[in-house]
């Protein structure tokens, strides 16, 4: 069965601090993976994607890792802000397959 | 339009009624999709159209969703016989045809809550 899971479920950080967010998947074959940031009451918004042949790209703030052989990622947000309060879903495509894979995500609450 | 639109952005229905939710989805993109999402859970997939027909429909939960996109762009996702546990976030996105990057462009999202 293909999955994908996400910790932690939720975390809570001072505004200006760093924190990791965990992605592990069994998805098989494996195509990329996405992470989405959805904010309260809205749709998810792509932030990066990583191809399996990928082992870091960033986007601002935010630096997405991958390790194909183990099957994680992380997603790592530098110096929080409020406005990163949301929650960050892990998604993966399988390969040559246009259904997504998502995890039920990371609760982040950025406190000031 | 610029992006995504979903509507209503809310309705509530009483169990047993019929619901139709609207998704108008980004202006060229062929490919459309239909989420439903849980409180605390990722998106579930339901349903796939690649221009008017559905490509993969195997998300649906039973017989009682239905969704069309009669002319490649609006869809409709129809509910009949609404159950509490229909009581969801349903979440639309578009993307461009052919694109297996998984980049996916989505609604708001319309909250339906079943009495």
């Known amino acids: 069965k293909n999955q994908v899971e996400q910790s932690p479920q939720s975390l809570i950080i001072l505004e200006g601090k760093n924190c990791t967010l965990q992605?592990?998947?069994?998805?098989?074959?494996?195509?990329?993976l996405r992470w989405y940031k959805q904010d309260t009451g809205r749709g998810p918004v792509s932030l990066t994607i990583m191809t399996f042949s990928e082992n870091t790209k960033s986007n601002g703030r935010y630096t997405a890792t991958l390790d194909a052989d183990t099957k994680q990622s992380s997603l790592h947000i530098t110096a929080s802000q409020l406005s990163d309060s949301a929650s960050y879903i892990c998604?993966?495509?399988?390969?040559?397959?246009?259904?997504?894979?998502f995890g039920a995500g990371t609760r982040l609450a950025v406190h000031p | 339009g610029a992006g995504v639109s979903q509507t209503p952005s809310n309705k509530v229905t009483e169990k047993g009624k019929y619901v139709e939710l609207r998704c108008d989805p980004i202006?060229?993109?062929?490919?459309l999709y239909w989420y439903r999402q849980s409180l605390g859970q990722g998106p579930e997939f339901l349903i796939y159209f690649q221009g008017t027909g559905a490509a993969d429909d195997s998300g649906l939960p039973n017989d009682r969703f239905f969704a069309v996109r009669p002319e490649g762009s609006v869809s409709t996702l129809k509910i009949q016989r609404t159950e509490r546990g229909d009581s969801a976030v349903y979440l639309c996105?578009?993307?461009?045809?052919?694109?297996?990057?998984?980049?996916?462009?989505f609604g708001e999202g319309s909250r339906l809550t079943v009495l």
């Open positions: 202006s060229g993109h062929t490919a």
């Open positions: 992605c592990n998947y069994t998805v098989s074959p494996f195509s990329n």
């Open positions: 998604v993966v495509i399988p390969g040559g397959y246009n259904k997504l894979i």
């Open positions: 996105a578009s993307s461009r045809s052919g694109q297996h990057t998984g980049e996916l462009f």
